[in-house]
């Protein structure tokens, strides 16, 4: 038998009916659809509308389809884990509420919070569970409600964030495929940059912070671009040196979706052309933690068992990283 790797044997998804075009944003704040799209790239995004409805429906959704697809048991799930920024609420675990709606009664679930750098990070908890050996079926959902912390008046912060989530199980491999290699970094030099001032331990709700609009997201957007395009990019060439990767082992970017301009200088700086490059950003915007789910979610159909795949990443904090798996199915 064959060293254990972690592949990803499933995956599904799920975005809101609702579609923010830059068109209505255009009667929200001041701006336009050129401006908006030559700087990120997106037309629209998803927006989840609907009274007592959180992160979690999002999350339920994503890994319902996955279930439907894989025709799984959730009874066999060992484990659940919720990457997201935006929990249902403080202290009582999403992935807890998750995983009991879904059916999985034989799994233990936590949240796993990294800002945007969420599923990357995920990914290798999910995969350092399998590799170990004791357990088998690990769910790995990335989801976001991003509207619910927007201040639709931020014209910095609204045409950037969307909602939607992405659902991917992980299982054990003996065919030297699944994740290969990580890379993953963090420097809390990025806290002031891109956070929420309110609602944590260190500024707690009242009055006052509900007054001057301290619990929506705040993004300094200059010093985060300019920290994302450094090292998304350098950990994706540091993945692929480490490997001896050159742009022809690779079939596919899977770049967190938050500017398309941070995407273009990650591909080339790895030397891809376009047709290598996973991108929906038009549709769905920054879902923070569901992006790279759902890249592998809408991508699926085209990618075949033993392709070469690097993920990369940059979130709030600052966290950063790269990913190198070979994709473990033809669907």
């Known amino acids: 038998m064959g060293k254990i790797t972690s592949a990803i044997t499933a995956v599904g998804g799920y975005v809101p009916d ?18 908006i799209t030559t700087r990120t790239g997106i037309k629209e995004r998803r927006i989840l509308k609907g009274e007592g409805l959180g992160t979690s429906f999002l999350a339920i959704k994503a890994a319902e389809e996955l279930i439907r697809k894989r025709d799984l048991d959730p009874k066999e799930i060992d484990m659940v884990l ?30 796993l919070q990294a800002a945007c750098s969420s599923f990357l990070y995920g990914m290798s908890t999910a995969s350092s569970y399998i590799e170990s050996g004791r ?14 912390i927007i201040d ?34 963090s420097d809390g030099v990025g806290r002031n940059f891109l956070k929420m001032d309110a609602g944590g331990s ?8 509900v007054k001057n609009r301290k619990h929506f997201i705040f993004q300094d957007g200059k010093s985060v671009f300019k920290f994302a ?10 993945i692929m040196e480490r490997n001896s990767l050159t742009h022809e082992d690779v079939d596919w970017l899977v770049p967190h979706q938050a500017n398309k301009r941070i995407i273009d200088a990650t591909a080339n700086r790895m030397g891809l052309e376009d047709e290598k490059v996973m991108m929906n950003i038009q549709k769905y915007g920054n879902t923070t933690s569901a992006t790279l789910p759902l890249l592998l979610h809408d991508y699926e159909k085209q990618l075949k068992k033993g392709d070469n795949l690097v993920f990369a990443a940059f979130g709030g904090g600052f966290t950063w990283g790269s990913i190198y798996l070979k994709w473990a199915y033809n669907s």
């Open 229 to 238: 395009v450094t090292n998304m990019a350098d950990a994706a060439g540091k």
């Open 82 to 111: 919720v990457a997201t920024a935006t929990p249902d609420m403080m202290v009582a675990s999403t992935a807890a509420y998750v995983a009991s709606e879904i059916g999985a009664t034989n799994a233990f679930a936590y949240d």
């Open 135 to 148: 357990y088998k079926k690990v769910l790995l959902i990335g989801a976001d409600k991003m509207s619910s």
């Open 202 to 209: 260190l500024m707690p709700a009242s009055e006052e912070t």
């Open 152 to 185: 639709y008046t931020d014209r910095t912060t609204c045409i950037i964030f969307g909602d939607g989530a992405g659902a991917a199980l992980f299982e054990p491999n003996t065919e030297g495929l699944g994740l290969q290699d990580e890379y993953l970094r």
């Open 18 to 35: 609702f579609v923010m075009t830059n068109k209505i944003l255009e009667s929200l704040v001041d701006t336009n659809d050129e401006w």
